[in-house]
T-cell receptor
Framework: DQQVKQNSPSLSVQEGRISILNCDYT??????FLWYKKYPAEGPTFLIS?????DKNEDGRFTVFLNKSAKHLSLHIVPSQPGDSAVYFC?????????????FGKGTHLIIQP | DVKVTQSSRYLVKRTGEKVFLECVQD?????MFWYRQDPGLGLRLIYF???????EKGDIPEGYSVSREKKERFSLILESASTNQTSMYLC????????????FGPGTRLTVL
C-alpha cells in the first residue's frame, strides 16, 4: 500500500512558467514533509520541507503548500528554469523524527522546455 | 557541507557473490540509511541505523544485512547476490536533531549478472 503518492510520472512545463508538482499521502501520522530533487546518476538533494503545523513554506523560487485535511501537498517552482529539469521526490516522516527513515513517493520527472 | 560518499559508483557482480557496499559520512551524523531506487518504484528503505552497532529493518530488508561498527560508516551487505538486486543503491545520513532532513550519497549502480 503506497502511503505517499505522486500520480504524475512526468510533467512538461515551458521555461519561465510555473511548475506545480503534486503529492498525496494516506498516513495521518505523517507530520513532516520534504521534497528532494534528483539528477541522473546523482543522489537526491534536499530542496524544501514543511512541518504539519504550517500550511506554506517558501524558499526563493520554491514554495511548498500543505493541505492537511486533504492530505495533499504541492511544490510550486516559479519561474521554472532549465536547471530545474530533474526527478522530484516527495517524502514524509511519521513522527519518529525521521530517525526511522522517510517514506518516498515514486517521483515526478519535470521537464522544462525552452 | 555534508559529505556522504559511497565506495563505488558502478559495480558488476555475478549471481551468488557476496557484495559489500560502503558508505561514509563526515558530519558526525547519528542516523544512516540504505535505500534502493528502481524505475517506477521510487526510493525504498532497506535498513537504517540510529547509533553505532544499532540496526533496524526498513521496508525491504530481505536478502540484505548491514554493519555499523563506526559512527561514520554504514555498510550494506548482499550475502548472495541475485539478479533482482540489480538496482541503484543510495546511502543517506541525518543528524539526530534534524533527522528528517537526509543527505544522500551519489549512489552505487549495482548490476548482478
Amino acid at each position: 500500500d503506497q502511503q505517499v503518492k505522486q500520480n504524475s510520472p512526468s510533467l512538461s512545463v515551458q521555461e519561465g512558467r510555473i511548475s506545480i508538482l503534486n503529492c498525496d499521502y494516506t498516513n495521518s501520522m505523517f507530520d513532516y514533509f520534504l521534497w528532494y530533487k534528483k539528477y541522473p546518476a546523482e543522489g537526491p538533494t534536499f530542496l524544501i520541507s514543511i512541518s504539519s503545523i504550517k500550511d506554506k513554506n517558501e524558499d526563493g523560487r520554491f514554495t511548498v503548500f500543505l493541505n492537511k485535511s486533504a492530505k495533499h501537498l504541492s511544490l510550486h517552482i516559479v519561474p521554472s528554469q532549465p536547471g530545474d529539469s530533474a526527478v522530484y521526490f516527495c517524502a514524509a516522516s511519521d513522527g519518529g523524527g525521521g530517525a526511522d527513515g522517510l517514506t518516498f513517493g515514486k517521483g515526478t520527472h519535470l521537464i522544462i522546455q525552452p | 557541507d555534508v559529505k556522504v560518499t559511497q565506495s563505488s559508483r558502478y559495480l558488476v557482480k555475478r549471481t551468488g557473490e557476496k557484495v559489500f557496499l560502503e558508505c561514509v559520512q563526515d558530519m558526525d551524523h547519528e542516523n544512516m540509511f540504505w535505500y534502493r531506487q528502481d524505475p517506477g518504484l521510487g526510493l525504498r528503505l532497506i535498513y537504517f541505523s540510529y547509533d553505532v552497532k544499532m540496526k533496524e529493518k526498513g521496508d525491504i530488508p530481505e536478502g540484505y544485512s548491514v554493519s555499523r561498527e563506526k559512527k561514520e560508516r554504514f555498510s550494506l551487505i548482499l550475502e548472495s547476490a541475485s539478479t533482482n538486486q540489480t538496482s541503484m543503491y543510495l546511502c543517506a545520513s541525518s543528524a539526530s536533531g534534524a533527522a528528517d532532513t537526509q543527505y544522500f550519497g551519489p549512489g552505487t549502480r549495482l548490476t548482478v549478472l
